[in-house]
């Protein structure tokens, strides 16, 4: 799916969409779609999961999908903050989110693969979940690229799903996949924000 | 083996507080197993019951199913409280976002300290008032109608009534200044499942009290040391 942008650089870009009444809660992510103004996260992604069939196809399969994706983000919620830390947080911090992805979420993930043997998480067909474990485990090994030496289900996952078209595009240069922020610009970003 | 939902958490509100005002609402009966010792969740641990080693949990359909908003979505589904459409979902959803957002900064409310408890509170009604009630007060005021969505109904008007029963137990007359929202508290409260679920012998858990606190940590080994937001 083709999508547009528009960066926030600045904080008066951020105002000005909080005062033209386009962030419900005055808060970003938005996307605008299909004549709406989407804002929450989790509300988007499920949009466009379900506009696009990657939520399965019954409601029990949702429920599987959503089990999943829900764990993924709180792994996420983990990962993100790092590089926004005080030097002398750090550490600790580093410590509780690799223990977290190598003792909680892995392991969870690893078992629902050798428990059906198949290729993705949820009714052997692609789906949120897949996309979205992926994506986290490119993050945890960015800080740690030996953190799946202990689940060979998830390197031939990751293998598996990095290999399907659409996302073998995306992970290339010149997509508009994003890197990790550099600790040189973390302090706009605050500035926006805080 | 009743049929009825099984809800696995420690006899307080918390995180299981929104799915027991769900299943009261959709009019759906409910079994609860509360947590008081350690053991009892090392068991559940061994079980394998947990996928990520955490609760809430709630059984049901054959399921254990862990991770509240999962648990909410299939109930919302499950009985017609998620919308028509995939539209009314998404505003369902986004409408459900802000109100567990809010919900959040008050579930920690009980673990701080003396200190941080009074720092707390003012965070959260300065939120609720500067950002998440105008946001619904006007939703219901651009539509005029008696629901959030769909003019129906929904899982978004369930949650929307617990946040405010919450936040007015901090402050009673925070929703002076939002009349719509005065007038939805009172039509939805008339609900017939929700004014049972907010009679007396309900199954509606209290104010979180030390106690609950007391449960939570030996249990979990967990939350000593929260910060105000």
């Not at chain 1, 949702?62 to 903050?81: C, H, K, Q, S, T």
């Amino acid at each position: 799916l083709q999508f547009e942008e528009s960066f926030v650089e600045k904080k008066d870009d951020l105002t000005k969409l909080q005062k033209d009444g386009s962030l419900l809660f005055q808060q970003l992510p938005m996307v605008e779609i299909d004549g709406m103004k989407m804002v929450q996260t989790r509300a988007i992604a499920n949009y466009i999961a379900t506009k696009y069939n990657l939520y399965g196809k019954d409601l029990k399969e949702r429920a599987l999908i959503d089990m999943y994706v829900e764990g993924l983000f709180d792994l996420n919620e983990l990962l993100m903050p790092y590089d926004y830390k005080p030097a002398d947080q750090k550490e600790q911090h580093f410590a509780t989110m690799m223990d977290k992805a190598a003792n909680r979420y892995f392991p969870a993930f690893e078992k629902v693969l050798k428990d059906h043997g198949q290729d993705f998480l949820v009714g052997n067909q692609l789906s949120r979940a897949d996309v979205q474990l992926l994506e986290v485990i490119l993050m945890a090994e960015e800080f740690q690229p030996d953190i799946l030496a202990k689940f060979p289900l998830l390197q031939r996952f990751k293998a598996r799903i990095s290999n399907i078209p659409t996302i073998k595009k995306f992970l290339q240069p010149g997509s508009q996949r994003k890197p990790r922020i550099r600790e040189e610009d973390v302090p706009k970003v605050i500035k926006i924000f805080y | 083996m009743s049929g009825k939902p099984k809800l696995y958490y420690f006899n307080g509100r918390g995180r299981m507080e929104s799915v027991r005002w769900l299943l009261a609402a959709a009019g759906v009966e409910f079994e609860e197993e509360f947590l008081e010792t350690r053991e009892q969740y090392k068991k559940l641990l061994q079980d394998g019951s947990l996928m990520f080693q955490q609760v809430p949990m709630v059984e049901i359909d054959g399921m254990r199913m862990v991770q509240t908003r999962a648990i909410l979505s299939y109930i919302a589904a499950k009985y017609n409280l998620y919308g028509k459409d995939l539209k009314e979902r998404a505003l369902i959803d986004m409408y459900v976002g802000g109100t567990d957002d809010l919900m959040v900064f008050i579930m920690i409310f009980p673990f701080l300290s003396a200190e941080d408890k009074e720092k707390q509170r003012a965070f959260i009604i300065q939120k609720a008032t500067s950002r998440y009630f105008p946001a619904y007060e006007k939703v219901l005021k651009d539509h005029g109608k008696d629901f959030l969505v769909g003019n129906n109904f929904s899982w978004a008007d369930v949650h929307l009534l617990e946040a405010i029963l919450m936040v007015e137990e901090k402050k009673s007359d925070v929703l002076s200044g939002f009349p719509q929202l005065q007038a939805f508290k009172a039509r939805m409260s008339n609900i017939p499942t929700i004014k049972k679920f907010l009679e007396p012998g309900s199954q509606r858990k209290p104010v979180p009290d030390d106690k609950y606190v007391e449960t939570v940590r030996r249990v979990l080994h967990m939350y000593y040391d929260l910060k105000a937001n």
